[in-house]
């Protein structure tokens, strides 16, 4: 499985971003997929996932209420729509993949949100 990630940027604080991740096989066939991000010095964070099987999505609390990951299926692509952009929304954000118990990770895309 490949992920492609894209749509990282400047951003000031208050607006919005959209990232994209293309998946090289179909996004129905992945037990999960989603978003993680990353500050240096920091451990890696969840920020949001779909669970295929259940059909569930979760986001981390931080994030709550101004992100939303959905997926189009015909073009095997996972989007983060994220809206009220925070400084410290700052990462660089990278999108995974879970399939038959492996996880599989894209290159990170920077998001910089100003103040």
């Known amino acids: 499985v490949q992920l492609q990630a894209s749509g990282g940027g400047l951003v000031q604080s208050g607006g919005s971003l959209r990232l994209s991740c293309a998946v090289s096989?179909?996004?129905?066939?992945?037990?999960?997929i989603g978003w993680f991000r990353q500050v240096p010095g920091k451990e890696r964070e969840k920020v949001s996932c779909?669970?295929?099987?259940?059909?569930?999505?979760s986001y981390a609390d931080s994030v709550s209420g101004r992100f939303t990951i959905f997926r189009d299926n015909a073009k095997n692509t996972v989007y983060l729509q994220m809206n009220s952009l925070k400084p410290e929304d700052t990462a660089v954000y990278y999108c995974y993949a879970k399939l038959d118990g492996a996880a599989y990770w894209g290159q990170g895309t920077q998001v910089t949100v100003s103040s």
């Open positions: 779909i669970n295929t099987y259940e059909g569930t999505t």
């Open positions: 096989r179909a996004t129905l066939d992945l037990t999960a």
